[in-house]
């Protein structure tokens, strides 16, 4: 399974950017509930968002209403809107895939459970 993240780079606090994360290889695109994780430096690697299959989102409280997650099962890409970038936003940011194990389950809010990682994709927000 393949995970390739793409569409970081520098920008201006204010600034809008669109992280595309396209899987590949044996992974089951619907059956995974789809992340995304940001690290800054000498961070510990944190919890921004996630997607269901079904189109559910969520979000962690300091990316609310700025950050957008979404995907296209048919595509088997996530994708991570983030609008009115903050020199805070400034980190690598890693797409992930967590195999749903289960018919009810709770999505995750730490790495440790996903199953699948990106090689991350820089993002860098001048004040």
């Given at each position: 399974v393949q995970l390739q993240a793409s569409g970081g780079g520098l920008v201006q606090a204010?600034?809008?950017?669109?992280?595309?994360?396209a899987a590949s290889g044996r992974i089951f695109f619907?059956?995974?509930?789809m992340g995304w994780?940001?690290?800054a430096p000498g961070g510990a690697r944190?919890?921004?968002a996630a997607a269901t299959s079904g189109g559910n989102a969520y979000y962690a409280d300091s990316v609310k209403g700025r950050f957008?997650?979404?995907r296209d099962n048919a595509k088997n890409t996530v994708y991570l809107q983030i609008n009115s970038l903050e020199p805070e936003d400034t980190a690598v940011y890693y797409c992930a895939a967590h195999k749903?194990?289960?018919v009810f389950y709770t999505v995750s809010?730490?790495?440790d459970?996903?199953?699948y990682w990106g090689q991350g994709t820089q993002v860098t927000v001048s004040s």
């Open positions: 204010g600034d809008s950017l669109r992280l595309s994360c619907s059956s995974n509930v994780f940001r690290q944190e919890f921004v957008t997650i979404s749903v194990r289960a809010r730490s790495p459970d996903y199953d």
